[in-house]
T-cell receptor, first 112, second 116 residues
Framework: DAKTTQPPSMDCAEGRAANLPCNHSTISGNEYVYWYRQIHSQGPQYIIHGLKNNETNEMASLIITEDRKSSTLILPHATLRDTAVYYCIVRVGVGTASKLTFGTGTRLQVTL | NAGVTQTPKFQVLKTGQSMTLQCAQDMNHEYMSWYRQDPGMGLRLIHYSVGAGITDQGEVPNGYNVSRSTTEDFPLRLLSAAPSQTSVYFC???????????????FGEGSWLTVV
């Protein structure tokens, strides 16, 4: 199963872009990269996912390197409400038995 | 649309007691799972199910039982509670296609369990 490595914590000024890196050097060709976040002790919230191409939605952008061994989540204009733990997850397994493996994530602190 | 609903939200148990955490989803998802999260840690998979009548173990299954008699419900049973099972429990569900794909996984709001 592919593992992910993230920095334990990052700071970002409100209004600036937050760039959260993730390494997944053992990812296989059919595994997706997911990003979730968890605010306080609420249930994890889906942000974005991708396979090969860069993706963008109303919350964030996901940049995946060409060799797919790392990715970056970009919050273009961070706000105080974006303070959370961000998890980079590789979807493991095949067929219908796929499941998520969580690491310890990156704690993003957005400050004034 | 309620999504994934967990009950109870808070529970205190005595060591040796048994209880069931309930999880229900109204999205007709085949795939459901239970995770636990200890303080300062990421989520760890306890059990999961790919459809009614089918369950399998995750990373930390000991001390827990599950069943999946309907698509909607996936209860988690603690057989004989221990202090080590004090944790926050999250239920999750997703639609699973025939092949592994980028289907979004939805989480419940969590059940806080304390075993004394």
């Amino acid at each position: 199963d592919a593992k992910t490595t993230q920095p334990p914590s990052m700071d970002c000024a409100e209004g600036r872009a937050a760039n959260l890196p993730c390494n997944h050097s053992t990812i296989s060709g059919n595994e997706y990269v997911y990003w979730y976040r968890q605010i306080h002790s609420q249930g994890p919230q889906y942000i974005i996912h991708g396979l090969k191409n860069n993706e963008t939605n109303e919350m964030a952008s996901l940049i995946i390197t060409e060799d797919r061994k790392s990715s970056t989540l970009i919050l273009p204009h961070a706000t105080l409400r974006d303070t959370a733990v961000y998890y980079c997850i590789v979807r493991v397994g095949v067929g219908t038995a796929s499941k998520l493996t969580f690491g310890t994530g990156t704690r993003l602190q957005v400050t004034l | 649309n309620a999504g994934v609903t967990q009950t109870p939200k808070f529970q205190v148990l005595k060591t040796g007691q048994s209880m069931t955490l309930q999880c229900a989803q109204d999205m007709n998802h085949e795939y459901m799972s239970w995770y636990r999260q200890d303080p300062g840690m990421g989520l760890r998979l306890i059990h999961y199910s790919v459809g009614a009548g089918i369950t399998d173990q995750g990373e930390v299954p000991n001390g827990y039982n599950v069943s999946r008699s309907t698509t909607e419900d996936f209860p988690l049973r603690l057989l004989s509670a221990a202090p080590s099972q004090t944790s926050v429990y999250f239920c999750a569900s997703s639609y699973s296609g025939v092949t592994d794909s980028g289907n979004t996984i939805y989480f419940g709001e969590g059940s806080w369990l304390t075993v004394v």
